[in-house]
Every structure is written in C-alpha cells, then in structure tokens.
C-alpha cells in the first residue's frame, strides 16, 4: 500500500486533531545539523515546543477547526530491514523519559505515580538521516479513534475545556455512531441521533446498533446481509446481532429494540419483519449515587434500562 509505494522505514497512522487534545501530534522537526524527519511529539511537550519555535500562541486550531499537527494514533507500519538494521545497531536501546501526571496547575503534586517510559512512536529518532519516515491519515475520525482512557470528572473536565473527552461513555456511543453511519454508507434509513447528557456530558446517541464480528467485519460484509432499500431503523432503537449467519432482507425498526441471537451455524433470515415494542432505554444517573449503580453504569454516567425487546433465536 501506501507504505511500500512511498518506500518508509515507518508510517504511522493519524487522525485530524483538535489542538491541545490528549494525542501526540505529528510534526516535521530539524536536527541540529538541519536533516529533517517527521515523528511524533507528545501533547504535552507540543504546545511548549511550538511556543519556543515557531508559533508564540502554541498549538492552536487553524481555519478549518483542526490543530495543523495531526494525532498519532499509535498505529505503526515498519519496514523489516529497516527495524532489524536499526536494533542491530541500537541493541534494542532506546531514549527514556518520565511523564509526570500533575494534580494541579502548580505542579508541586502528582495525579498518579510518574513512570519511567519509552515510547515506540519514538523509533523514528534513531533511523538514519536518509530513512523516508511518513504519515497517513484517516481523516473519518469516526472510523478510526475512540480511545477509553478518562474517569467520568477527568472525562467532563475535558467537555468543558471544548476537547473530546476519551471517556467510558463517549467510546461506547461512538460504537454506535460507526456503526450507524456505516449502515447509511450502504444505503440503510438510520434516524438522525438525538442530544443526550450523561455525567455533566453531552452527547449525541445514534439508534444503538451493535453486532458481532462474525456478522460483519467491512462495508462489504454488511452489503452482502443486508438489502438496505428495504431495511430502516428509527430513533431510539437498539439492534443487537449476536450471530455470523444472519440476512436482513426486510426490516422495519419503527421502535423498541430488537435481539438476533442464534445457535452456531444456525442461519436466520429476517424478511417482512415490523418491530415496535417499548425497548431500552439509555438514561443519566443522579447526580448523587445512592449506592445501586454498578461500576460500569458508574464509569459511563447512565444506565441501560431493558423495558422490552423482540428475540429472535436461541
């Protein structure tokens, strides 16, 4: 692919980034003897490192609303002979650094124990002046990055601050929003999302379409199931295909939620088939827990409440 047609020693993969956003930015640097080379720089060394450099206001968005310095995602494509040159050069050693998680603006406390690191995104450094080293981004964010990585207060404090909040609820409504938005791409009526707010937070929650990776892993698997001029899902409604052989020909999702869960190589076929009952419902906690909300309702801010549901199946 790409990666063998531009001949790099290391392609990391990337998504448009809001600035300041909890994602390392790739960017161009400058050696001292003025070679360049395009690596990853941590958001926390990026926007004092673009003030010393090259822009005094720091890592800002620019016109279209994205930071110019695109995220790393951690995705990273190698040229063999490349690495195996370079760890036979390096003995496998690389640059260490520590990354403090500050509790507070005037850093005399700690968040979290700081740890000793060395990040593979880092490789790039050791490569020789000459090594092409690039990036590709995947500029359907949707599509390519929802990490889980911040507790609910953690998570809101970001919302506020205008930046993606990486929380439990935000990876897991964006599960269905992919997964929505894949459905129209192949021509499937899917509702428009609706606003929500769990946990001081708000959202958009898309009709809740999850299915398991034995009924469809690409676009192409879900064209070859489903004939999508005849299938439609409606706002507040919550598909759920547990099975790998399993057809959609003719669906109607007016409301409520459907299960389609059968027995290993048991095929289902829904054909002429109307859903309407009174469904799941997605709905905040109280601002104070009162001690019956489980761990994972606490994480995500809401709790999944199961009214009704159409099975089909096991």
């Not at 995220?71 to 190698?78: A, R, W």
């Not at 690389?94 to 060395?118: H, I, M």
């Not at 000459?130 to 911040?150: E, H, L």
């Not at 509702?191 to 929650?205: C, Q, S, T």
């Amino acid at each position: 692919g790409v990666s063998a047609r531009e001949r790099y020693a290391v392609n990391s993969l990337a998504v448009p980034r809001r600035a300041k956003e909890a994602i390392g930015g790739l960017a161009c640097l400058t050696r001292a003897d003025g070679s360049r080379f395009v690596n990853n720089v941590e958001y926390n060394q990026l926007d004092p490192l673009l003030r010393a450099t090259v822009n005094p206001e720091g890592d800002v968005n620019a016109a279209d609303g994205w930071s110019p310095y695109p995220g790393n995602i951690n995705q990273l494509v190698m040229a063999l002979p490349d690495y195996v040159a370079q760890l036979e050069a390096s003995n496998g050693v690389v640059s260490e650094f520590v990354n403090p998680k500050y509790a507070d603006s005037d850093r005399t406390s700690f968040k979290s124990p700081p740890r000793l690191e060395c990040m593979m995104q880092d490789f790039p450094m050791g490569l020789p002046s000459d090594a092409r080293v690039g990036f590709t981004s995947i500029n359907q964010v949707w599509a390519a990055y929802s990490p889980v990585k911040n507790n609910l207060a953690d998570a809101a404090a970001k919302g506020r601050e205008g930046n993606p909040t990486h929380g439990a609820a935000a990876g897991e409504l964006d599960v269905y929003a992919a997964n929505c938005k894949m459905l129209r791409m192949i021509g499937v009526k899917v509702a428009d999302p609706v606003p929500v707010k769990f946990g001081g937070i708000e959202f958009e929650l898309w009709p809740q379409v999850v299915w398991s990776p034995l009924f469809a892993m690409t676009l192409d698997d879900l064209e070859a199931k489903i004939v999508p001029e005849k299938v439609r899902i409606g706002q507040h409604c919550t598909l759920v295909i547990e099975s790998g052989d399993v057809r959609i020909t003719e669906l109607d999702l007016d409301q409520g939620a459907l299960v389609v869960s059968a027995a290993e190589g048991e095929k289902t076929e829904i054909a002429s088939l109307r859903v309407s009952n009174r469904g799941w419902s997605w709905e905040p906690l109280p601002e104070r827990d009162n001690g019956t909300a489980t761990e994972e309702e606490l994480m995500r801010g809401f709790s999944v409440v199961r009214f009704d549901q159409t099975a089909l199946g096991k």
